[in-house]
C-alpha cells in the first residue's frame, strides 16, 4: 500500500508542474488560472482508480499535499528559470535578451 501511494503522490506531483508554470503567467481568478488549477484534477481521479486507491481515506491527505505542491514547484520553475524579463538575474539562456555594449 505504501508503494501504490507513493507513486500516486509522485503522480500527483509531476503533473501538476506543468500546470503551475501555465498558472504563474495569468491573472489569478481568471478563467485560464481555474482550468490550470482543475485540469489535473481529471487526470488525478482517473489514475486514483487506475490503481485501485480511491477507497483508502488517508491517501487523500498526500494527494492533496502533493497536488499543491506541485502547483507551487510549477511556479517556482516559472519564475526562477523562464522568466522571459530582460532584467532577470537568472543564469539560463535567454535568447530575447539583448546586452548593450559600449564602444
Known amino acids: ?3 501504490l501511494i507513493s507513486i500516486l503522490s509522485l503522480f ?8 503551475g508554470m501555465l498558472r504563474a503567467g495569468v491573472k489569478k481568478f481568471s478563467l485560464l488560472w481555474f482550468i490550470y488549477i ?4 481529471i487526470f488525478i481521479i482517473l489514475f486514483r482508480r487506475l490503481i485501485n486507491v480511491d477507497t483508502i481515506w488517508y491517501s487523500y491527505i498526500f494527494t ?3 497536488f499543491f505542491t506541485g502547483q507551487r514547484f510549477g511556479v517556482f520553475l ?4 523562464f522568466n522571459n524579463s530582460a532584467n532577470a538575474s537568472c ?10 555594449q559600449k564602444d
Open 1 to 3: 500500500m505504501f508503494l
Open 12 to 19: 500527483t506531483f509531476t503533473i501538476n508542474i506543468p500546470f
Open 38 to 41: 482543475h485540469t489535473p484534477v
Open 64 to 66: 492533496i499535499v502533493f
Open 78 to 81: 516559472k519564475n526562477r528559470f
Open 91 to 100: 543564469s539560463v539562456y535567454n535568447p530575447q535578451h539583448q546586452v548593450d
